[in-house]
């Protein structure tokens, strides 16, 4: 195995946070940098994904953009934690609801996540198909959600290999054990959460809905910034503690 001593693809000298908050879109971190954190800084750009680490409520944190799919947030998620010991990450994306239970806006907090895909066989001969996100930070994010009067979904969901809409994700979703109550899809947690658990580290993934094979809705771009800042809320909110 080649690691080598310095990260290739996050800025050697970064300062980053044992905390860190990932969303997919660079942009995103961008945004989340200018308007939750106070004395915020660019510590990162290779590639141009973005990395920031400021203050929220006096303590340090880390935004870090992760891209889309496992590969990618695999690649961010690995040098945080190998290189700058990072112990804590919650990332907040979008997802497709598959199930009539969350509906557009709505929030999910991960619990486990199936997925089909070879990722973790791949990554270090895992055979399974589902990872459990962290406990403690799911216990965490639930009592802020319920501090602050927010109303969220928990359970499993499954992270695909394709963008969903694109394809006839029923066929995959059909394959999937009845057991198992799919809440959403999406196309990283699978990968995050693997990782951390491989590198004993604690993460998990907050989504929301931004469509719904049960609605025809589709959110304004006002909505769909509200409702972002709240999922963002929360989860600086909780990854402080």
């Known amino acids: 195995m080649f690691i080598g001593d310095t990260p290739i693809h996050i800025a050697a000298n970064a300062d980053i946070a044992p905390i860190v908050i990932m969303p997919g879109d660079p942009l995103r971190a961008k945004y989340i940098a200018e308007n939750f954190l106070s004395n915020a800084k660019l510590v990162t750009s290779i590639r141009n994904m973005l990395g920031y680490t400021g203050e929220y409520k006096g303590k340090k944190v880390t935004v870090m953009a992760h891209g889309m799919g496992m590969p990618s947030v695999s690649i ?52 399974g198909n589902v990872v459990e996100a962290s406990k403690e930070l799911n216990k965490t994010i639930l009592e802020t959600a319920k501090e602050l009067n927010m109303s969220i979904h928990y359970g499993m969901t499954t992270t695909m290999d394709v963008f969903g809409p694109y394809i006839d994700y029923e066929r995959v979703l059909n394959r999937i054990p009845k057991s198992y109550e799919i809440l959403g899809e999406e196309m990283e947690g699978f990968g995050l959460v693997h990782v951390a658990n491989t590198m004993d580290c604690e993460a998990t993934t907050l989504m929301t809905v931004v469509d719904s094979k049960y609605s025809k809705v589709v959110l304004s771009p006002e909505d769909r910034q509200t409702k972002l800042n709240d999922m963002i809320n929360l989860a600086l909110e909780s990854i402080i503690k």
């Open 76 to 127: 961010y998620a690995f040098e945080l934690i190998h290189f700058y010991n990072v112990k804590k990450i919650i990332r907040i994306g979008t997802c497709g609801a598959v199930s009539p239970k969350a509906d557009i806006g709505e929030i999910i907090l991960t619990k486990d996540i199936f997925s089909e895909s070879n990722f973790a066989y791949t990554y270090n001969n895992y055979v």
